[in-house]
């Protein structure tokens, strides 16, 4: 019957002890604060919910942000109390700062934007009392500081003793064993895998090395170590999706050889089976003999080699020298264009729901116009809001309806502090178990936070009818007002999926259009971060709705053909046809989104009469990759592929949406 009833409610043993470990950690730091005497003090129990975390390294690094994030969010917004005397103009601050820091949190890698989401919000905390309730900001933007600092300390000590460290090494392990896969991936398709089978196995690898990336900051938060160590991990994938490219244009190449692909795959499944194994990678005489049938694959194997063992050792150097001081702190594969967009979104609703709040003379107006701040802010953090927001609709509304039922039942007969405190524990222990059973663990956190700001659990109660209903129609007005917006005009996946093929386009581009230098090896830090960041793309791509017959990854052999003719473009000891063939003007590489077939063909030509076997190849190579990747580079998304676009990306999204937290 016990079984049941768990399974039933979407608990078992451990999801319930770790319920109540939430449950009593926010009571806790719910009555220090309350003993304390600080402001409005069921504030210090909301940080709970949100910086509990499944491993040490990620609890510690949120709690640090978000402590950092609240004090430069109060810094900023009593500055700018102090600054400005026009509440307009005070307001139209607010909303540059929200948009701003909404932004950011896109832009930023990792658990560091969540520091830039809770600067925001609680910029909107200060201002918005100081504008709608004067006599208050000072104290209420304190409190929430120090409500802040006690709720991240008692989740810290409450549930750090049981939360476990990060799976770094297994983590690290897993992505060696994905670049060996993706190695073995090569090894069948030299032994004649089906062109389909090829294709899709290529996108599960792609899909796998997108889930790693996006996992690494989660996993390495915490530890110097673990961040020195992230470039080491994008340094590999990029270095296996480079050697899935190769291989794929070496085995276009050789599909009539076949007496010397049965070589060259039983060396691949070599160099495979020694990235499955936990040890270095010692295939130095492997690669000899496959330099001898595939130098470029060759090159490209003994760099994902060299990668993966740098990786298991943990040396190297840091992000800023290896990837460009950038990509230390932004997402590689940020969208710069839809973090404008959303920033500009949510600063924007702030200053339109505070300026209407201010108008109206509405009571409740700052916490509808705060609501609207933070509902905009967290939804505009998820990849996938608009599949959030009905839930977040449901969780906030379901927390403000117990908060009546608190108010109007319980909370009359609530005098004195110690009765306070009994009388949140009930409500407090069941938003734990709801939020650790895996049934509604979503639209609990909303339902948590909605609860307590809705209940206003201070002394003495407030009992007039007309404020509560006016306070808790506030929330749901703020909930009711941002949610179907989100909705109906939210990001979409065929948006989405149109964003990266157009992404992968201008990247390819700006390689195209990489001036060539002496002694240029292609291999630079600018280089290597396109190349990353076409390859996140691609993984994204992987929810189109394409042939069977279209491989990603000759985009991403498009892009290192170009890299290669353009670093030789920069050779010194050119023939002059050479030089002036390789020529930007000669060379047209800025019609291979417009015209891709035209201009393989010109390159093949042009190669037909060149004087230097080198350059010849290269232009050969890009003339294959654009033949190879012209169905893609010319491919237009069209409203009949809705369907499928979103079923083929709807499953990811929900996941990632599901494991991130606000």
Known sequence: MAQSTGQFLGLDRASAAYGLRLAFAAWLAFAIASLLHTGNAYWAAMPIWVVAQASKGLLFERGFFRIVGTIAGAAVGFGLVQMVANPIVLLALLGLWVAFNATATLLLRGVLSYGTLMSGMTAAIVILPSVLSPEHSRAIGLARVECTLIGVVVVTLVTGLWTPSSPREDFYRQVRHLAGSATGFLASVLNGLPEQECTQQEWRILRQMGEAQANAARITAGSVEGHRRLHLVDALIVAALQAMAAGRAVERRMRRETAARQPLADEIGKVAASLLGDGDVSVTRGLDRIAHLAPRLADALSRLTTAADRLRAGHGRADVRSFGRKATYLAPHHDVRLALETGFAAGAATFLAAVLGLVSGWSTGELAALGVCIFSMVLGSL????????????????????????????????????????????????GGLARASRKTTGPALDANMGFLLASQAVLPAVTDHAVIFNQSAALVLAAVLVCPVVILMSRNPMRHVSRAIQAVRQDLLR??????????????????????????????????????????????????????????????????LARRNLSDDRLGLDRLQSDPGSLAADLCQMAAVMDDKQASDALLDVAAGLRASQGLLTFTLRTSDAGACIRGGIARLVHRSHRSTH
């Open 383 to 430: 990849p996938a809001p608009r599949l959030i927001a009905p839930l977040m609709l449901q969780g906030i509304a379901a927390g403000v309806a117990t908060a009546l039922f608190y108010r109007l039942l319980i909370q009359p007969y609530v005098t004195t502090l110690p009765v306070l405190l009994l009388s949140m524990a009930p409500f407090i222990l069941l």
């Open 511 to 576: 390689l195209s259009a990489r001036k060539a230098t002496p002694g240029d090896t292609g291999q630079d830090a600018d280089v290597t971060r396109l190349l990353l960041r076409l390859s996140l793309h691609l993984e994204k791509m992987t929810a189109l709705p394409l042939p069977p017959d279209r491989s990603l990854l000759a985009l991403l052999s498009l892009a290192e053909a170009i890299v290669r003719l353009r670093a030789y473009a920069g050779q010194p000891g050119l023939s002059d």
